[in-house]
Nanobody, 116 residues
Framework: QVQVVESGGGLVQPGGSLRLSCVVSGGDFRVYLMGWYRQTPGKQREAVAHIATDGYTQYASSGKGRFTISRDNVKNTGSLQMNSLKPEDTATYYC??????????WGQGTQVTVSS
C-alpha cells in the first residue's frame, strides 16, 4: 500500500520561506510523477508544481520564480521550497504521487499560513 506523508507546513510572515517535504512509501518512487497542489476552503484544488521521473519541472504561474520542486529518488522524497511567500499562498498543500492513467496517491495535506 502506497502512503504519502507531507510535512513542513506552518505559519510564516510575508516574504518568508518554507520547505515542504513528502515521503512516499510502499511503491517504486522512481516511476511517480510528483506534484504539489494546494487548496483553500470553497475552491478547487490547484496544481502548484510537478516534477517528472526525468527531473523535468513545471510550475503554475502563481509560484514561478518563487517555488522550486525537487525529488530524491534515493530517499523517496519530494520537496517544495517556497520563497517570498505571500498571504495568497495560504492554503493546505498536498503532495501527489502519480502514474498517469494508472494510479494516483495523495497525502493528507499540510497547512501553510502566510500572515503577519
Amino acid at each position: 500500500q502506497v502512503q504519502v506523508v507531507e510535512s513542513g507546513g506552518g505559519l510564516v510572515q510575508p516574504g518568508g520561506s518554507l520547505r515542504l517535504s513528502c515521503v512516499v512509501s510502499g511503491g517504486d518512487f522512481r516511476v511517480y510523477l510528483m506534484g504539489w497542489y494546494r487548496q483553500t476552503p470553497g475552491k478547487q484544488r490547484e496544481a502548484v508544481a510537478h516534477i517528472a521521473t526525468d527531473g523535468y519541472t513545471q510550475y503554475a504561474s502563481s509560484g514561478k520564480g518563487r517555488f522550486t520542486i525537487s525529488r530524491d529518488n534515493v530517499k523517496n522524497t519530494g520537496s517544495l521550497q517556497m520563497n517570498s511567500l505571500k498571504p495568497e499562498d495560504t492554503a493546505t498543500y498536498y503532495c501527489n504521487a502519480d502514474v498517469p492513467g494508472v494510479d494516483s496517491f495523495w497525502g493528507q495535506g499540510t497547512q501553510v499560513t502566510v500572515s503577519s
